[in-house]
């Protein structure tokens, strides 16, 4: 006998109860199926709301440790510009004073205290070079930072071992092991152009330092931290016209620029061409 003889052979009662059973069975079924799936859905949620917290977290963390960097060495800057500026004018005055006959304070400032405000400056700046390079996971082109802070140290460098060392080194006071000073003679006034001139080249470089990094929070926080904000940070506009604006957009224009107009790119251009003509 064949289920279809079996079913119109049963009782109206029977088929009702079986039809009962079966949307009752049906929709279990179907709730079964609906719960699983809600649970799936929700859990594949929950996965990838816990990964955007901890990429939120860890940009967050990246943009932090890139502020504590930057700051250290904008304070490092900005204690070696002060300690250039100070006996800058320190040394104005005991020269035109000693020009007139007059008497004047012996200057404050000693060559070793600069030398170890330049280390420290030198030193945090090498640190940010560092953590531009580990940044670069980020968008490669944050190097641009990288090839900018070397050539104010290549700059500053030069100044500080070779134009420091002949033309301020010999006029500033030098401290005496029993007490006071040695004799001093303040620079003549015909020497002090120069000096100036050193100064102002230093203290330029040292800034145009303290803007990059200014420059390179700016791309970090439209990188890393624009999304949560949905806004993005206006870049400084220099007033000079010489100056320049470190961004991502524009690395390839600043790339261009810092080869052909300063002397860390041109240094670097000749060495990378020698190499390159060595292997050929």
Known sequence: ????????????????????????????????????????????????????????????????????????????????????????????????????????????????????AYGRFSDSTIKLIFLVENRRVIDPRLLIFRAALNSVLHNTNALMFSEFMMHVMPIVPVENPNGGTFPYEPPKKEDLPKIKEIFSAFIDNVEDSIAYTDDFLVDLQNL??????????????????????????????????????????????DIDSNVAAKYR
Request: glycine share 6%; net charge negative.
């Open 1 to 116: 006998m064949d289920l279809i003889a079996i079913w119109q052979s049963c009782d109206s009662t029977i088929k009702a109860s079986i039809i009962g059973a079966g949307a009752t069975c049906a929709a279990a079924f179907f709730g079964f199926s609906a719960v699983v799936f809600q649970i799936g859905a929700q859990g594949r949620q929950s996965r990838r709301s816990i990964i955007e917290n901890e990429r939120r977290k860890l940009k967050a963390s990246m943009y932090e440790d890139a502020v504590a960097v930057t700051r250290v060495m904008a304070d490092a800057a900005i204690e070696l510009a002060n300690e250039i500026r100070g006996l800058d004018m320190q040394l104005a005055v005991a020269s035109l004073a000693a020009g007139v006959g007059m008497s004047f304070d012996v200057p404050t400032a000693r060559f070793p205290e600069i030398l170890a």
């Open 224 to 269: 890393l931290l624009s999304d949560l904000f949905d806004n993005k940070v206006e870049h400084r506009v220099p007033l000079d016209p010489a100056k320049r604006t470190i961004t991502i957009e524009n690395f390839k224009e600043i790339e261009s620029w810092l080869n052909s107009n300063t002397a860390f790119g041109k240094t670097t251009a």
